[in-house]
């Protein structure tokens, strides 16, 4: 038997035994742990994230490309800075464009550490015993309110830095990525470290748009 035959006689016993297996649909619903995503030991009361997401809009919109699926306002700031800049709510990042898969950055570095003053329009919310408590677990960055659109991907890249994401709104649809996981982030006031560092993206393939505080872990350069 040539090789081509015998591949071909293995490919058709794989696919035989493959298609007896019944795919799990269920558990793509929740939260699965891997490499560069954990759940940390800690909650917020989501009715009271959701609360102050709704008092936040009162004063404040989401800024950024709202036509491409990304909005965005930011609750912390260096000292003093009233205005924020566009790259103050993207920053530097790495993604490879082509298939020539060479790397390439894009936009400008932030520098995070200096993000150490609450936005005071936002500190009679919840959100700042959020931000308090972060800060209590680790230095933080820039912490802001991210919007996902449906129906909407990030590009694929990486951060100089690692993230924690605390889910406010969100569907079973709006997945995350980190290089080969992927999980479902439930809005259910639970906190999770993404290892951003490596490469990423979030997804939302549901009707509805996903809500997140995305607060920066700050990297000392090596």
Not at 5 to 17: E, G, I, P
Not at 35 to 58: S, T, V, Y
Not at 157 to 169: A, C, F, G, T, Y
Not at 175 to 200: C, E, I, K, W
Request: glycine letters at 6%; proline letters at 5%; hydrophobic letters at 40%.
């Amino acid at each position: 038997m040539s090789t081509h035959s015998a591949n071909v006689s293995l490919a058709r016993a794989q696919l035989q035994d493959w298609l007896t297996e019944i795919p799990d649909t269920e558990s793509v619903a929740h939260f699965k742990s891997g490499p560069g995503i954990q759940k940390l030991p800690i909650k917020f009361d989501i009715i009271k994230l959701r609360a102050a997401l709704d008092e936040a809009l009162q004063v404040a919109e989401f800024k950024g490309a709202i036509e491409d699926g990304f909005g965005a306002f930011s609750l912390t700031r260096r000292p003093g800075v009233e205005v924020e800049t566009a790259n103050d709510l993207s920053g530097l990042f790495h993604t490879r464009v082509d298939d020539s898969y060479v790397e390439v950055s894009r936009e400008e570095r932030v520098d995070e550490f200096a993000f150490t003053e609450f936005v005071p329009r936002f500190r009679d919310t919840y959100f700042l015993h959020v931000w308090e408590t972060l800060k209590a677990l680790a230095p933080i960055g820039r912490t802001r309110v991210l919007s996902k659109g449906l129906y909407n991907c990030n590009s694929w890249h990486r951060d100089p830095e690692p993230r924690i994401h605390i889910p406010i709104i969100s569907n079973p649809g709006s997945l995350f990525v980190v290089n080969h996981h992927v999980t479902h982030l439930p809005a259910d006031g639970s906190v999770y470290f993404t290892d951003t560092r490596g490469y990423h993206t979030a997804l939302n393939g549901g009707e509805t748009n996903r809500v997140h505080v995305v607060a920066a872990l700050p990297q000392a350069k090596r």
